[in-house]
């Protein structure tokens, strides 16, 4: 058989482990992805977006995958405390962190061998993430500090008009919209992710960033859950043009941190999360070190354990956006 990362026979071979974590996918890979250097996880996101970008859309994009897929590339660890280092991906480009991912990524080390049950950590490119696994499957993690940037934000969005949202970081950036008079049902998918599209585009077109310019590149919408036992159900536009089918890791931690600047949720109290498409994730908060430390349980399912195969002479090899 071919080894990941080798050509033979003209294919170059990636070795991956699919899964999905309440509906949204995450594309493990654990063999034969880029060469990757750098002092820390950042800077490996760094050199693998500057030299090595052909990785990503081959193993994300068209024909292989879609762009619903995020991906996630296991790395060795730069701290000996971790058990693994991962970098998150997606069809546009690189994620700060990922919740839904990391669900996964830790239910792929389980498949591997890597972890049993009991406790871990994660490096990612914006810190180290605890987690843990139970024995009949539920994942924990504790996800980098959370806040409220701002609260109450009016952004102008052409042909809908005012809209007001918070601004929040759960690892990475978030406008959180309560009023936005939308039908959050899966049928209504396409109009959703308009409506959220021009939301962003009106943001940064007016300037209005996370902290420290950040660019908000998630939208989040709320209304009442579906199931009487959850708190909440959301739609959350990912980076690009796809929506999370997953209750969004870092968007629950977004929303944790807003609800407790707001005085609505105390430390130890369980937080629901309903997805668009109706999958749970559960949230609490803790205060450590005066920073608000989001924990989100979910859990994850294999669905495949494969080889991506590059022909050395396939045009569209390294895959195409349509």
């Not at 699919?18 to 890979?29: I, L, M, Q």
């Not at 009442?224 to 959850?230: A, C, G, I, K, L």
Request: include cysteine; charged fraction near 20%.
């Amino acid at each position: 058989m071919t080894e990941p990362g080798s050509i033979r026979k003209n294919y170059q071979t990636i070795e991956i482990i699919d899964s999905h974590t309440g509906g949204e996918p995450t594309r493990t890979v654990i063999a034969g992805g880029p060469p990757l250097v750098g002092e820390s996880l950042a800077a490996m996101k760094e050199n693998f977006a500057t030299h090595f970008d052909h990785y990503r859309s081959a193993i994300i994009l068209e024909p292989r995958g879609s762009e619903v897929i995020v991906g996630a590339l296991l790395v060795p660890p730069t701290r000996s405390d971790c058990v693994a280092g991962v970098i998150f991906f997606n069809n546009v480009g690189y994620l700060n962190m990922c919740g839904h991912g990391t669900i996964g990524v830790a239910e792929t080390l389980h498949h591997l061998g890597r972890i049993t049950t009991g406790t871990y950590q994660l490096e990612t490119p914006v810190g180290v993430v605890p987690f843990s696994r139970t024995e009949d499957g539920v994942v924990q993690l504790d996800n980098v500090p959370s806040y409220r940037y701002r609260a109450s934000v009016v952004v102008d969005v052409p042909k809908i008009g005012n809209v007001t949202g918070d601004i929040a970081w759960g690892g990475n950036w978030f406008f959180l919209i309560a009023n936005h008079g939308q039908e959050l049902h899966p049928q209504d998918a396409e109009q959703l992710t308009d409506y959220c599209i021009a939301v962003r585009d009106a943001l940064a077109s007016q300037e209005i960033t996370g902290e420290n310019g950040g660019y908000i590149d998630h939208v989040e919408l709320f209304c009442p859950p579906v199931y009487p036992e959850n708190n909440s159900k959301n739609f959350v536009l990912c980076p690009g043009k796809v929506f999370d089918r997953s209750p969004c890791g870092t968007g629950t931690s977004a929303k944790l941190a807003c609800l407790y600047a707001d005085g609505k949720l105390k430390p130890g109290m369980i937080w629901r999360q309903e997805s668009i498409i109706g999958s749970v994730f559960e949230g609490e908060v803790t205060l450590r070190d005066n920073q608000l430390i989001p924990t989100i349980r979910g859990r994850a399912h294999i669905t495949a354990h494969s080889y991506l195969m590059i022909s050395s002479n396939d045009p569209l090899g390294y895959g195409f956006t349509v």
